[in-house]
């Protein structure tokens, strides 16, 4: 298995822009998380999907972020517009809805904005 | 609020030695309790899991145990090896964790040959 897959690995960009950031979950997985890291706040889960539906987004900081997931392989994670305090690894992770399955992450986002 | 407390932040063993790492939760709900480990550049990975009706699990040299009524769990690694120098987080979830994980801030592991 692929794993869970993200991109972009890595991105810069300057205060005000865009970003969007993608996930493609484990095939066959129906849960689907976004979690932000920072050396400060730790592993902090943002949002997750079950089934393609959004069912807790109380972990968004702001309106700036939205997230989407318009089918079961693909998920995305907009700022906008960003700000330097949005610096952090973006990690997207996957599940089965079952008790005690494991949930996988990917290998990170790492954004930068200056 | 913090719902789950894990200390030491960082810690470093001797080769061959003992690592051990506490955490402590709030909710009651939780009902799902893994430790995940991360390597520089990469994501978490988990390690081991344990759920509420037993105190103890063991995976190799990886040891969880499990107080219910103190709230508190932990991780021993036996024979601590270089290759184990990482950063590890404990967790916790309700619904199994289909609910999502709540982590605690990391304890950064250094294992000294």
């Known amino acids: 298995d692929a794993g869970v897959i993200q991109s972009p690995r890595h991105e810069v960009t300057e205060m005000g822009q865009e970003v969007t950031l993608r996930c493609k979950p484990i095939?066959?997985?129906?849960?689907l998380f976004w979690y932000r890291q920072t050396m400060m706040r730790g592993l902090e889960l943002l949002i997750y999907?079950?089934?393609?539906?959004?069912?807790?987004d109380s972990g968004m900081p702001e309106d700036r972020f939205s997230a989407k997931m318009p089918n079961a392989s693909f998920s995305t994670l907009k700022i906008q517009p960003s700000e330097p305090r949005d610096s952090a690894v973006y990690f997207c992770?996957?599940?089965?809805?079952?008790?005690?399955?494991?949930?996988?992450f990917g290998e990170g986002s790492w954004l930068t904005v200056v | 609020q913090q719902q789950v407390k894990q200390s030491p932040q960082s810690l470093i063993v001797q080769k061959g030695g003992i690592s051990i790492i506490n955490c402590a939760y709030e909710?009651?709900?939780?009902?799902?309790f893994p430790w995940y480990q991360q390597f520089p550049g990469k994501g978490p990975a988990l390690l081991i899991a344990?759920?509420?009706?037993?105190s103890e699990k063991k995976e190799g040299r990886f040891t969880i145990s499990f107080n219910k009524s103190a709230k508190q769990f932990s991780l021993h690694i036996m024979d601590s090896q270089p290759g184990d120098s990482a950063t590890y987080f404990c967790?916790?979830?309700?619904?199994?964790?289909?609910?999502?994980?709540?982590f605690g801030k990391g304890t950064h592991l250094i294992i000294q040959p």
């Open positions: 992770a996957s599940s089965l809805i079952s008790e005690g399955n494991t949930i996988y």
């Open positions: 095939s066959g997985h129906n849960s």
């Open positions: 999907f079950n089934n393609n539906v959004p069912i807790d």
């Open positions: 909710n009651t709900a939780f009902d799902y």
């Open positions: 344990i759920r509420p009706d037993v």
């Open positions: 967790a916790a979830a309700s619904g199994g964790g289909a609910d999502g994980l709540t």
